[in-house]
Every structure is written in C-alpha cells, then in structure tokens.
C-alpha cells in the first residue's frame, strides 16, 4: 500500500526567525497557498479522502489539495484526525529558537543530545508522537483500500519515514521535507 505524506504550505509563523512551531495555530501565507497548488496539479492519484492533522494550517492545505483535484475527479472527502497533529512543544511552542535558548539554555543542549526521549514541560516527546501516528496509519489502512493521502506536518512525516524505513528515531532530523512537498512511503 502506497502512503503518501504531503507537509502543508509555509505559514505566517514560519517566515522569518526559525520558531519551535507544534500545537500553535497558523494560517497559510500566499506563498504557502501557491506551494501546495503546486503540489495538487502535479499529484497524479485520485483519493476519495484527505487524512488531515486538524490544525489550522493542514486544514487550509487539505482544502486547497481538494479543490485542486475536484476538477479532474470527484472532491476528496476531508477527514481530520487528532493523531495526525504536530509535536506538542509545551512552553517552547510558539517561541523561536533564540528566546528557547536564552531561557532554557541547559534544556535546549538537552533536548540536542536527546530528541527521542526529550520531553519539553508540558509537550511530548518524538517518541510519542511516532506511536500516535504510527496507530493513525494503522487505523486508517484499515479503512482505505488503495492509496492513502495525508495532509500534516513534517514532525509527524519524519516519525513515520523512520518507522516505515527502519530508520533510528534518533536520526529524524537529519531528514527535511520542504512545505508542500510530499514522501512516498510503501507500507
């Protein structure tokens, strides 16, 4: 079965200073909005449903994707699933890097060292979300027949490429997709 991850558009949030951006909510720029247009025209599969993380921006993304493919197909259902959601950043969520460092400077060494087991106060760790998404795929197979289209973010794309690849967790950042593009995984 062909599992297709696409990351949503550039957001508001991600322009400019590099920000730990999990659970806050953003929308698209226009640039993101053309990014994942691009991304809708070239795709070639035609899925009666979008699996999408319900944050604001996967949302704006999903919907952009069917519309796109509702000219040459019939328009993909949406289905929003909690499971499909960004890493929880706690405290960190929302601030950039250089404030993080300026006031959790041990943790931020830390969490460098540590990224699967590393639990920012109030958030989650790599770990668990590669469990959560991991479940999602797995209910989702059993829902779908053909090809699965997801619509999320590039923490949980990671998580799932290392597990479907047998790749150490540990090395997921070693990895990047840019917004708006997609990872083909055979599962």
Known sequence: MKLVLYRHGETTLSCGEKRFLGTTDCSLT???REQVR???MQYEGKPRRIYCSPSMRCRESAQIFADVLSKRQQL???IYRERLREIHMGEWD???FSEVKAVYPDAYEERGGNLVHFRVPGGETFLEVQKRAVAE????RKEEEGEIL?????GVIRTLRCHYQDIPLSKLMEWKLGY???CILNI
Do not use: F, L, S, Y
């Not at 795929?137 to 989702?140: A, F, L, P, V």
């Not at 997801?150 to 590039?154: A, E, L």
């Open 30 to 32: 226009q640039r993101g």
């Open 38 to 40: 691009e991304a809708a």
């Open 180 to 182: 708006g593009q997609c």
């Open 150 to 154: 997801v619509m999320t973010h590039h």
């Open 76 to 78: 993909p259902e949406i």
């Open 94 to 96: 929302g601030k950039t």
């Open 137 to 140: 795929i797995k209910q989702i």
